[in-house]
């Protein structure tokens, strides 16, 4: 049960270039959302949020636009730079306080010189 | 800034052994939960903890796992007689969940538990 899909297992951008990471979800209960990127070794590490209430959040090079109606979000990074190589994943969640997040299969980025 | 740490980083157990990992949450937050990722797979919830129980659960977690804060600062994700198929990294995160709404989590960097 993909609740939460990423169809593109990976992505190769050149530096400088626009990223563009798609998901797409299945619950219409889901309401708010999360991008996070995660490096080998590491944990994920939260980059970017938007409820949804919003169809846009900036957050310097990162932007996320929600489709409500076509249960899509994209997280676009621009400029793209080598140290955004990286796993990122997309997370839906409820909007009540504390509930957990059904992450997607992530999508490797890699940014090349 | 505040972080997530888990101890230990890496951690081998024979199956059948229990096991405890070990999570410090940022200080300030209110909810805990446990993650897991098996190799090649998706980050997958465990469990959720606010208020010193067990607020939410999958249906991974099971009789053989269980949480626990035991002081103000540290939370646990034990498992009893462990399996081979329990070999993952194990995340744990927290989040501040003090306004009303969903706030975003905070991980640490996993532990990976090797079951052989």
């Known amino acids: 049960d993909q609740q939460v899909k990423q169809n593109s297992p990976s992505l190769s951008v050149q530096e400088g270039r626009i990223s563009i990471l798609n998901c797409d979800y299945t619950n219409s209960m889901f309401d708010y959302f999360l991008w996070y990127k995660k490096y080998p070794a590491e944990g994920p590490t939260f980059l970017i949020s938007?409820?949804?209430?919003?169809d846009k959040n900036e957050d310097g090079r990162f932007t996320v636009f929600l489709n409500k109606s076509a249960k899509h979000l994209s997280l676009h990074i621009v400029p793209s730079q080598p140290g955004d190589s990286a796993v990122y994943f997309c997370?839906?969640?409820?909007?009540?306080?504390?509930?957990?997040?059904?992450f997607g299969p992530g999508t490797r980025l890699s940014v090349l010189p | 800034e505040p972080e997530v740490t888990q101890t230990p980083s890496h951690q081998v157990t024979q199956m059948g052994q229990e096991v405890i990992l070990r999570c410090v949450p940022i200080?300030?937050?209110?909810?805990f939960y446990w993650y897991r990722q098996i190799l090649g797979q998706k980050v997958e919830f465990l469990v959720s903890?606010?208020?010193?129980?067990?607020?939410?659960k999958s249906e991974i977690f099971d009789d053989q796992f269980s949480v626990e804060r035991p002081d103000g600062s540290n939370f646990t994700l034990k498992i009893r007689s462990t399996k081979l198929e329990d070999s993952a990294m194990y995340f744990c995160?927290?989040?501040?969940?003090?306004?009303?709404?969903?706030?975003?989590?905070?991980f640490g960097d996993g532990t990976r538990l090797s079951i052989l």
């Open positions: 938007i409820s949804s209430i919003k």
């Open positions: 995160a927290s989040s501040a969940g003090d306004r009303g709404r969903n706030q975003p989590q905070h």
């Open positions: 200080s300030n937050h209110l909810y």
């Open positions: 997370a839906a969640s409820g909007w009540n306080y504390g509930q957990n997040f059904v």
């Open positions: 903890f606010y208020n010193n129980e067990i607020s939410e």
